[in-house]
């Protein structure tokens, strides 16, 4: 009976649900530690039995209780804790004994993370579905902080060759994203993580690693960590979950970082450059010696010592000069001579508890690791160890308690059992014998693992006692023959020793999760697949596709990579809506699974790119003919709802190994092909060549002597005269930037602006164009010309920053230029990219009296709602929409439609690229305001314009004519 009663005493005490014994009238009689946790919680107050009255909101079930006469009750209720915080709650009232209605069992579920978990899940998998860099990783940490009910949420990566001190690249707190920060990485539980694998710690963050500081002062006290693997098997950093209390569904967010991992250890391996580390002897005995865990280096062929640090000697009671040349058996495991786990057994990896044999005899228990490391070119065991002597005697204590909790155990509704160490069972819960539908007679001495496992699993198991063997816990999930059918159960199993250390029997409890397995499928089925198209995405076309290559590789075969993208679909987005474009992109993967075999893939990137990927190629030759049939296929019409719509695609084509030797050159370079296909006309293939290398080629070589072209002076403005359509008077000029390059001569804009871009190098050369622009302006006015407005571009990166109006009223008063006579021009993208910050700074520069215009309106995508904020003074209609203005039907609709908008909203209108007189008189009859073009003048230097100045002042005032096209 003291046996039986110790048995329940440890399984209630073990259990993590909430569990009360009450009398009839609300006083509490016992609690067990997560009851009594809850209830300071929520209410303040530490219950001591037979004198605190149940709270308030289990008074109000027990009245329901004793009102309905049932034997048992159950209700949900929304609490709110102390902290403010809202908890969602399950509360079952049962008798202990069917004739006794005075003694009763309560037991509280927390359904919060039910309520979270669905919705947490989905708004994860959708976030981050097509999200990259900054935003991936911020949204990943938001949300699995949020869906796991946890305060904190970060992801990490080395900071430094050493791999100390962790870098985080995304960190969400209390619900909000905070600024990235450092901490070293050792004591933490992180070291934990990088150094073993995917790591739990429900509880008890500040005795398990005290010396981490820094989760101390943030009040951690569970924490659930997995490594960052990159595709190289290079560890990268940690993702984890913490909190200020413990974590309840660990499994649950164990499975969760299992299955983001891979996406996000991809996302940081493209942010981060490879770092190899060289360690040497000195700095691996720094390490060794710092750590503050037990750590001997031993010869693996005669397992003497070689070496140790000073706080294993110090737990053996002994000096570094007394263990190093002895045998490692007189310390730890001093019974298995013949039998070590590595150089014996041959295991990789060695991984359990272990007594250590002090100076004066006494034992030590811990948690040894010993593996494998290469010292000095040779092969060294590494065996590290952890004192769990404290952790020893709580288990020890808890043994002491067992017999007043098994009518509590009895009740549980989680499955509940006891065996002997060789697995035959010694008890039963009752819902373990309503899930399995036998007696507990019949079942107790029968083995448990047959009950609950399916033949087939059983076939390849392993004993009791060799599963569990001398670890502290053991976690399995098993599909089970119940009484239900098949359902999942996660078995958590222990041993329980005896004073001696001696394991003597194994507790365990299981719970179905088969709805978790179901969720978790589904998660994975979100992760590797495009959540529009169900193709797959980006990680797993790479995944096929490096597959492929080592396939080819092996048998002397081709692969071909197409990358598609869809012509016009733009248009198409934005003119019938993002539900109409999804469904265009649906309808198009499954023409294209249609043009290829099924051992062939088809993948989605994101956005209108496809990939196809066409492995086991015996020769180049096919690839043409399924080119071609998905040209065809994809011209063809498509009925989308009450719409006709026609797209075409622009296909770039790479072969392995002719055009790349793995996935990402092959990528690549299909992608460069795709864009030469775009440029020969769309609806077109082309094949990678050596050719668009040497474009790549010559954009390095711009790139790279862009960088001092502005102290050399090669750059130069050219300057292109605005005339007012009523008056035929010249309303302005714009200046435009030009490179003379030592070796290429004139540069053309569109080579060497996006590069500019790009490169950051916008910044600094727009601000010379600024301030070149306003000096001529001012020269020209010395020389005795009318004040003209001058009119520059500001690029999107120019306009991002915080001191642009500092700067350029800066420029206006070295320069002299009166604000009224600058006009800046901005383009659509640039105004979009984040209105509200666009709103202050154009109100910024309007005060100044600075004229502000919208550059190439009608190519971006602008929001009238936004639009009507912004004190814009002028639309510029793109040339693109000018050039066949008197021809398009479409081109002449869109410009009318520009031109109404602009003056509804008391804004002028100037018409870019009027080439001749029919599109100049188009838009006069238009009512255009202003015109600009080769008709009116080419781009000129200074000093031919400033000759066009003096010869208007003696003419008539009028443009036209003066310079001519």
């Known amino acids: 009976m003291e046996q039986a009663s110790d048995c329940y005493t440890q399984i209630v005490e073990a259990l993590p649900t909430p569990i009360l014994l009450l009398r009839h009238n609300g006083v509490i009689l016992h609690a067990n530690a997560p009851a009594a946790c809850l209830l300071e919680t929520l209410e303040g107050i530490i219950p001591q039995p037979e004198i605190t009255l149940a709270p308030h ?77 900054e935003k991936f990783f911020q949204f990943l940490a938001l949300h699995l902080a949020k869906g796991l009910d946890a305060d904190f949420a970060f992801i990490g990566e080395f900071a430094d060759s050493e791999r100390t001190i962790i870098q985080t690249v995304a960190v969400a707190a209390d619900g909000a994203i905070h600024a ?33 500081h820094l ?55 493209r942010r981060q450059a490879e770092r190899v580390l060289k360690e040497t002897e000195a700095r691996l005995k720094t390490i060794v010696d710092s750590v503050h865990t037990g750590i001997l280096v031993i010869d693996p062929e005669n397992h003497r010592i070689v070496d140790v640090n000073e706080l294993a000697a110090s737990s053996l009671g002994r000096t570094r000069e007394e263990m190093i040349g002895t045998s490692c058996h007189r310390f730890i495991c001093p019974n298995e001579e013949g039998r070590c786990p590595i150089t014996d057994l041959q295991q990789e990896l060695d991984n359990e508890e272990r007594d250590l044999i002090r100076a004066d005899g006494s034992r030590l228990p811990v948690i040894k690791t010993v593996s494998r490391v290469v010292l000095d070119g040779r092969e060294h065991l590494l065996e590290s160890f952890v004192d769990i002597s404290r952790r020893k005697q709580v288990e020890n204590s808890l043994k002491e308690s067992e017999e007043r909790y098994r009518m509590l155990v009895e ?15 010694l008890f039963v819960s009752p819902s373990f014998c309503k899930l399995f539908g036998q007696t507990e007679e019949k079942l107790l001495g029968k083995a448990l693992l047959p009950v609950i496992m399916l033949p087939e699993q059983l076939a390849t198991a392993a004993g009791m006692e060799q599963m569990i063997c001398s670890d502290t816990s053991y976690y399995r999930e098993y599909l089970s023959p119940t009484r239900e059918g098949k359902r999942w159960i996660g078995w958590a199993l222990r041993c329980i020793f005896n004073q001696s250390g001696q394991a003597e029997a194994i507790i365990g409890m299981g719970r179905d999760i088969t ?84 051992s062939d893939t088809v993948a989605r990137l994101g956005g209108d790119e496809f990939v196809v990927l066409i492995s086991a190629l015996d020769n180049d030759h096919a690839v043409g003919s399924v080119v071609m049939k998905i040209l065809e296929q994809l011209c063809e019409p498509y009925q989308i709802d009450d719409h006709e719509v026609y797209t075409s695609s622009s296909i770039g084509i790479s072969l392995f190994p002719r055009d790349g030797r793995d996935a990402e050159e092959l990528l690549k370079n299909a992608d460069m092909a795709m864009y030469q296909a775009k440029e020969a006309g769309r609806n077109t293939c082309h094949f990678f060549s050596p050719e668009l290398n040497m474009r790549a080629t010559e954009r390095l070589l711009l790139e790279s002597t862009m960088r001092r072209a502005l102290e050399r002076e090669e750059f130069f403005l050219v300057y292109q005269p605005q005339m007012e359509l009523r008056s035929g008077h010249i ?41 070149e622009a306003c000096r001529q302006a001012v020269r020209w006015q010395q020389e005795g010309q009318p004040p003209l407005r001058m ?119 100037v018409a870019e690229g009027i080439e001749h007189s029919e599109q100049m008189e188009f838009m006069h009859q238009r009512h255009c305001d202003t015109m600009q ?33």
């Open 411 to 425: 009740n549980q509704a989680d499955l509940v059992i006891k065996t002997d160490m060789t697995g035959n069972l």
């Open 791 to 909: 009119a520059v571009n500001v690029s999107a990166r120019q306009f991002r920053q915080r001191n642009l109006g500092l700067r350029i009223e800066k420029i206006l008063m070295e320069t002299g230029l009166d604000p009224a006579l600058l006009e800046l021009e901005l383009t659509e993208s640039a105004v979009m990219e984040n209105p509200e910050e666009a709103i202050l700074t154009l109100r910024q520069l309007k005060k100044m009296g600075i004229t502000l215009s919208i550059d190439d309106f009608g190519t971006g995508y602008s929001s009238l709602s936004h639009l009507k904020h912004f004190p814009i003074d002028r639309l510029k209609i793109d040339r693109s929409f000018v050039k066949h203005v008197t021809r398009d039907h479409n081109d002449a609709t869109i410009a009318e439609a520009i031109i109404a908008l602009a003056h509804s909203m008391k804004l002028t209108v």
């Open 933 to 965: 073009g080769y008709y009116l003048s080419r781009p000129v230097t200074a000093e031919e314009f400033g000759t066009f100045l003096k010869r208007l002042g003696e003419s008539d005032g009028k443009a036209h004519g003066l310079l001519g096209g």
């Open 731 to 771: 309303a302005g000029i714009e200046a435009l930037l030009r490179w003379r390059h030592p070796d290429l001569g004139v540069v053309p804009p569109n080579n060497f602006i996006p590069i500019a871009e790009e490169t950051g190098l916008i910044v600094p050369l727009g601000e010379w164009v600024l301030a």
């Open 180 to 212: 990235n920060f450092r901490f070293p990485l050792a004591e933490t539980p992180c070291e934990q993580v990088l150094t073993n694998g995917l790591r739990i710690y429900p509880k008890a963050i500040p005795e398990l690693f005290p010396l981490d």
């Open 515 to 598: 709805d978790r397995k179901t969720a978790e499928s589904t998660i994975e089925q979100l992760a590797y697949h495009d959540p529009v198209t169900g193709l797959p995405n980006r990680t797993l076309l790479h995944d096929r596709l490096q597959l492929a290559i080592n396939r080819a590789e092996r048998d002397s075969q081709g692969v071909a990579i197409l990358f598609l993208d869809l012509d016009r679909f733009k248009a198409i987005n934005d003119s019938l809506g993002h539900a109409m474009g999804d469904q265009l992109l649906r309808l198009v993967g499954n023409r294209l699974l249609d043009c290829v075999r099924s």
């Open 215 to 269: 989760a101390l002062e943030m009040g951690v006290e569970s924490y659930i960590g997995i490594p960052l693997v990159s595709s190289r098997r290079i560890t990268l950093g940690p993702m984890a979950v913490f909190s200020r209390r413990p974590i309840r569904e660990t499994h649950l967010a164990a499975s969760m970082l299992q299955v983001f991992a891979v996406r996000a250890a991809s996302e940081l391996e």
């Open 57 to 133: 909101w289990i008074m109000e079930e027990l009245e329901c209780y004793h009102s309905q006469g049932l034997p048992s009750h159950q209700a949900e209720k929304s609490l709110i804790s102390t902290t403010n915080s809202h908890s969602f709650v399950l509360i079952s009232i049962k008798r202990l004994r069917p004739d006794n209605d005075n003694l009763l069992l309560v037991t509280i579920n927390d359904l919060s993370k039910l309520h979270l978990v669905e919705d947490g899940l989905r708004q994860l998998v959708e976030g981050i579905s097509e999200a990259t860099g």
